[in-house]
């Protein structure tokens, strides 16, 4: 049978493996299908990348000489552009793509206020008749039915009004696939063809990336049968490069390219009209979608492409890069203490090489879903908050497993959130620094952790799933109150420890229940790895509380009989 001290170095040693082979993963170049060639068909174009951009409110218009920037990149890869509005700025589009040689999809954003309406309607019909050369067709509302902020006999009337404004141009209307077939009746005659949006990352039952150009290209034929031969539009289709997984749908930069490179080959072999969302980068969309909802760009918010049309494609090599040169730099500062207090023996290095790779890998990481997640100064000050005690709690941690791995000395106590409160309060010094300083710390990532799960539970469908934080504290804190064997908490670790543990459980069981309108619910046939990595940290977390405490109680329940 393993002893303790085995057992605890195994499971560094395996959580180091792990870290090492994630961030080894992350930069190896992965050989995909080739694009036929360097230059796709259309894709949607929004010029709200930059920061403190976006088109909420109305009041931000971007100027002429960003658009045009943004425009001669585009026209490099693409035949056309769609835009989804004619104001704040965006009216110079078919001027600026009459002069680069493009085409464009003309947008008009209809919502709930009759005013906007009537103003975007005005400019783009004004818009049609100074460019006709220019206006493949005219995409009257994105979504409004989806959204629930026109009636289908309103969008209908919109739609014929520009028809016959513009008798010359095409136009259309544009929605999730499922809402253009539930409301066909109502727009099915008015239009000149149909826009339908197929996203598999966004289906109520999400398809994994190696359906996902499968999935499309069935729902693509679905449709054009049930619209009566009327033509059909993919009007949005693409992949996420990063964010929350759900289901199988792993939003990554090499499913990014995978997904585009295979589409468009398959949409040139079965000569499918498309439209790839997007060209860049929104950050903006983050607020209202989670991290997701701000990559969906081939290009990135800076106007980098993020990825070739041929050629193999990585990952992450410069955060795989900065990993390993945590992973040393954690290393040396352990080793560098070590020499300075002379309370560890060498053996000891390797539980602290096994602690520094596991948190070198998970600072970084969580460093970078910083950078990728971020926008207001309100998240940054949490954000970095957190990353400063993550480097703490793994200094804190690791010393103490390797001490305890090279000495057998006890490790210190856990100082309970009610003895903090006194010793705050009253100067109590029932547990000394050490043990303050390790309650601190567990009692901190407790309330994090309770949190997280908090919001997950009213927001499953966007917010993200924080592994990386989590992790060295998760492990850490399992391993210590495993080693010790007895109760270190009170109420308060308790009732968060319940939380937690209930939450993570109940998180991911929901995320793999698939519910679509008018279908009983089922389970998925995939597996959100997220999800279960979320749910083991939360359990892990949870057990260094709660599994201690029922010990006491059954061996008190024991000794009462």
Not at 29 to 48: G, I, R
Not at 477 to 498: F, M, P, Q, S, V
Request: with cysteine; proline share 5%.
């Amino acid at each position: 049978m393993l002893s303790k001290r085995a057992f605890v170095y195994i499971t560094l040693a395996a959580c180091a493996l792990l870290s090492i082979s994630y961030w080894w993963k992350l930069s190896q170049p992965v050989t995909l299908v080739d694009a036929l060639t360097d230059h796709l068909s259309c894709v949607s174009y929004s010029p709200f990348h930059k920061p403190g951009q976006t088109p909420l409110g109305g009041e931000m218009s971007i100027s002429e000489e960003q658009i045009e920037t943004d425009l001669t990149a585009l026209a490099q890869r693409f035949d056309c552009v769609r835009t989804y509005s004619v104001t704040q700025g965006m009216q110079e589009v078919p001027r600026l793509a009459q002069k680069l040689g493009i085409k464009v999809l003309l947008g008009i954003w209809i919502g709930r206020e009759q005013g906007s309406n009537e103003k975007e309607l005005t400019i783009a019909v004004d818009l049609a008749r100074k460019y006709p050369s220019v206006i493949r067709a005219i995409i009257v509302g994105n979504e409004v039915l989806l959204r629930r902020e026109q009636p289908p006999a309103m969008m209908r009337a919109y739609v014929e009004r520009v028809k016959a404004a513009v008798p010359g141009v095409p136009v259309t209307y544009a929605d999730v696939w499922e809402f253009w077939l539930r409301y066909q009746k109502d727009l099915l005659d008015s239009v000149s063809f149909a826009t339908v949006h197929i996203l598999p990352y966004w289906e109520d039952d999400p398809i994994g990336i190696d359906d996902a150009v499968g999935h499309v290209s069935q729902i693509y034929r679905h449709a054009k049968a049930e619209l009566k031969g009327k033509e059909v539009l993919i009007g949005e289709t693409g992949w996420p490069s990063y964010g929350r997984q759900r289901q199988e749908a792993e939003p990554t930069l090499v499913n990014q390219a995978r997904f585009i490179r295979e589409f468009a080959l398959r949409a040139e072999l079965e000569k499918t009209p498309y439209n790839i969302i997007e060209a860049f980068d929104q950050p903006w969309k983050r607020d209202s979608e989670g991290a997701v909802g701000g990559y969906w760009g081939l290009y990135d918010a800076d106007g980098n492409t993020k990825f070739p049309f041929r050629g193999p494609v990585a990952e992450a090599p410069f955060w795989s890069h900065a990993a390993y040169a945590a992973m040393f730099a954690f290393f040396g500062l352990f080793a560098l203490a070590q020499w300075k207090q002379q309370r560890l023996e060498g053996k000891s290095l390797l539980p602290l090489l096994a602690v520094s790779i596991s948190g070198g890998g998970a600072w970084v990481g969580f460093v970078r879903d910083m950078v990728m997640t971020n926008r207001t100064l309100l998240e940054w000050a949490y954000s970095n908050l957190y990353a400063a005690l993550l480097l703490a709690v793994t200094f804190v941690l690791g010393g103490t497993l390797a001490a305890w791995c090279s000495t057998g000395c006890p490790p210190p106590n856990l100082a309970p959130a009610s003895h903090l409160v006194r010793w705050l309060r009253h100067k109590d010094q029932s547990f000394d620094g050490s043990s303050r300083l390790l309650g601190a710390l567990r009692f901190v990532f407790l309330f994090g952790a309770a949190l997280v799960c908090l919001t997950l539970a009213f927001d499953l469908r966007s917010r993200d799933f924080p592994v990386a934080l989590f992790s060295v504290p998760a492990v850490g804190l399992a391993l210590l109150a495993w080693i010790k064997g007895k109760r270190e908490a009170d109420l308060e670790e308790i009732l968060l420890a319940g939380w937690i543990g209930f939450a993570g459980l109940w998180i991911a069981v929901a995320e793999h229940i698939i519910i679509v309108q008018d279908e009983p619910w089922r389970l998925a046939d995939g597996i959100n790895q997220h999800a279960l990595e979320w749910a083991a940290l939360c359990l892990l977390l949870a057990g260094s509380v709660l599994i201690p405490v029922f010990v006491e109680l059954r061996t008190r329940q024991r000794q009462n009989t």
